[in-house]
């Protein structure tokens, strides 16, 4: 070190920067040069950026915008929604960021949320379970975790608001830092009112709430984002429950009426015979034949949303009323966009549109979730970060629950003490059209989650069925679906994506694609493995 003794020669001894190392000495000096440089040719902007830029990178803040019951199709910039569906600023987003053509997030609210929370697929889910008046339902959080808590140790502000349906249990001081809760499990009597007053928790103070819930929500989010409900100095992540599109479906005051002329085709399948598909979809069936053959709700005349009770809804009435429930969270998608511009986020903030499942609408005869057909379990989702992601992408590589909680662990670098069942999707995010090697794995398990699905599924295999809906895993890869049903004798289902998105023709015998099949079949025992499911595709 001898050579290096001239750095201190430049000060006398007195000076104060000898209490600095020798090389911070040296890098100061450095700075100092590069200071009066910069500022001798830079205005104070242009070195601010500058400065910012040469920064190390800062951990991204996560938006996590999650409606409810949403298809795929009430989204306008998916190409199979209807022509009138206008979602002006979701489409915003896709075109700043990457659509994926599929998510398969999960069967229905429940075990979607439960998979959101944790990383796993319903069968890794531990301890949680439905118990007391519905929704009410139970977990054990030593038994399973969830991420959140992982993330604010890690350093994260975390923060959710809106709709809850997993446990009683919303985990506010222990998951999240912020939260303002609809617990449906907690209030099974206040559970329906998806478009009514609810009761609130803010904070762990429950309170009553007034207004369009959907607003009260984006309210709510956007006074997070421009920072009156957080910490300044922390990262953070928002998970943004809406309750709409769910059902009673009804559209703020300012959206009815919004698609009333709208025309609806019916889906080719609505009906009966489905030659060559299982024949629970009888017992699923939804909508009848009206007097002048025209679709109308139910087998038995059920009525839903805001009608008076007493007339049988049509199938066009019933679409043009969810699409209605859209645009109050498309203009709250706006808002929050603009929030994050105008506080100088958007640069440093992951922005996920997504649902936690789709929800037939006349396919396969359905005016519910639960299917596992794209039509009742795909939902949208949209991801989007400047220097991320390309701008106006399509991935055509499905994405589960999972994965989307192993990309959040890999951007937040936060690491997560058990390892999820995903796998982190940056690799897509960065290049939409990269190579994907892995299958996409996505299941129904009824209300059970944890090892009591591998022990009902040995055991009782008979009783593998919810909601006439028998359990599934399914496998997509390469545009081909594999649909695995655990109740045995129900008849398993082969989908050539591509050539058959509306999922019409099931080619489980079909000789040419025997080879494809028997492929698939490898990749779901492979994928169950992975998983620790602790039941077998062949079951
Ligand atoms: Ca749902």
Redesign the pocket.
Known sequence: MREKASDCQLLPDSSPARAFPKLELRSLLLRSFLLLLALSSLNTEHWLLNTSLAAAPKRPNILLIYA??QSYKTVGCYPESWPWVRTPNIDRLAAAGVRFHAAYLGA??MP?RAAMLTGHHPHGVESMRMEGKYPASAYDPKQCPFWPAVFRQQGYHTAQIGKWHTGVDAGWGRDWDHQIVWNRPLHPENAGAYYERQIVARDGKEEWTDGYPADNYTQWSEDYIRGKTRAADKPWFLWLCYGSI?GPSKPAARHKGLYANAEVPVPKDIFPPRPGKPDYLNQTQAWAKGPDGTPIAGKSGETFGDTSGKQRQTFAGFVRQMNECVPAIDEGVGKLMAALKETGQLENTIVIYTA??GFGMGEHGFRT?LGPYDATYRSPLIIAMPGLTPAGKVCNTPANAPDLVATFAAQAGVKLPWATHGRDLTPLLRNPAAAWPHPCLYEFTGHHYGSSVAKLAKEEPDKAIYNNVPWYSVVVQDGWKLIHYLKPGTGDELYDLKADPDELTNRIAAPEAKERLAKLRVALKAELERTQAGFAANQ
């Open positions: 409810d019951d229905w609210c979607s769910h936690d499942q979730k």
